[in-house]
C-alpha cells in the first residue's frame, strides 16, 4: 500500500506527489472536456450550414495557463456571441426604425456597393435600375426593379440572375422582367440551430470520468 509506505517513509514527499498527481489528472480531465465542447460546439455550426469560418470562431481556454493546478478550470467561448446567441435562442429581429426589414431575394446580388453585404441602400442601381416599393396587403411587401432581363449560363442554361435590359430590349419590350430583390417584413426570428447548454452540460457530466481516466492506478 502506498500509504503504508509513505508512514513507513517520508509523509510529507507521498503528500506532494499525491497533490502533483491529483493536479495533473483534473488540469488534463479540464483540458479534455473543454476542447471536446468546444470541438463539439464547431461541429454544430458547421453542419447547421454557417461555414466553416463562423464554425472557427468558437474557442477554448484552460486556467491557470500552461501549469497544472487542483482548481484549473476551462472557458469555452466564442468570438461571434451575438450572432451565436440568436441561433441559440431563436430569436427574433426587428428592424431599428420600427418599419421594415429587408431581406434579400435569390435574385439580389449577394454583395452592394462597397462590397458589402447587400441592402437596399447600397444596392447597386447603376446595375439593375432603380428599386421601386410594392405594397402588398397579404403577404410581405416587395422591392423590385423593373425592366430587367435574366441571365442564363451557355453551359447549363440555367438562370444566374438578372441584369439591365439593352436598349434594343427597351425599345422593343422584348425578354423584358420584373424582378423582386428583396421581401419586407416587420420581423424575422432566427431558426435555433446551436444547442450549447445542453452539449456544455454533456461534457460537464463526462468531467469526473475524464479526471479519473488520467489518475494513475498506483
Known amino acids: 500500500m502506498r500509504l503504508k509506505a509513505a508512514i513507513e517513509g517520508d509523509l510529507k514527499q507521498y503528500m506532494k506527489e499525491e497533490y502533483q498527481t491529483a493536479e495533473r489528472a483534473i488540469t488534463l480531465g479540464i483540458r479534455e472536456a473543454t476542447n471536446g465542447l468546444k470541438m463539439s460546439?464547431?461541429?454544430q455550426v458547421h453542419s447547421s450550414g454557417l461555414g466553416q469560418r463562423?464554425?472557427?470562431t468558437w474557442r477554448g481556454d484552460i486556467y491557470p495557463r500552461g501549469q497544472n493546478s487542483i482548481r484549473a478550470a476551462g472557458l469555452v467561448y466564442t468570438k461571434a456571441s451575438k450572432i451565436m446567441a440568436g441561433f441559440d435562442e431563436g430569436t427574433v429581429i426587428k428592424s431599428k426604425d420600427g418599419w421594415w426589414l429587408a431581406v434579400p431575394t435569390p435574385n439580389a446580388p449577394k454583395r452592394g456597393m462597397g462590397g458589402k453585404r447587400?441592402?437596399?441602400?447600397?444596392?447597386?442601381?447603376?446595375?439593375?435600375g432603380k428599386l421601386r416599393f410594392v405594397y402588398r396587403r397579404n403577404g410581405p411587401s416587395l422591392l423590385v426593379v423593373e425592366n430587367v432581363q435574366a441571365s442564363y449560363s451557355r453551359k447549363t442554361g440555367d438562370m444566374r440572375g438578372f441584369r439591365k435590359a439593352s436598349q434594343r430590349n427597351l425599345k422593343t419590350g422584348r425578354n423584358l422582367s420584373t424582378a423582386v430583390m428583396f421581401w419586407l417584413v416587420p420581423q424575422v426570428k432566427l431558426t435555433k440551430l446551436i444547442r450549447f447548454d445542453e452539449e456544455a452540460k454533456r461534457w460537464y457530466d463526462k468531467l469526473p470520468r475524464l479526471i479519473l481516466k488520467n489518475w494513475p492506478d498506483e
Open 41 to 43: 460546439m464547431r461541429r
Open 54 to 56: 463562423m464554425a472557427n
Open 118 to 128: 447587400i441592402n437596399p441602400s447600397n444596392f447597386p442601381e447603376h446595375r439593375y
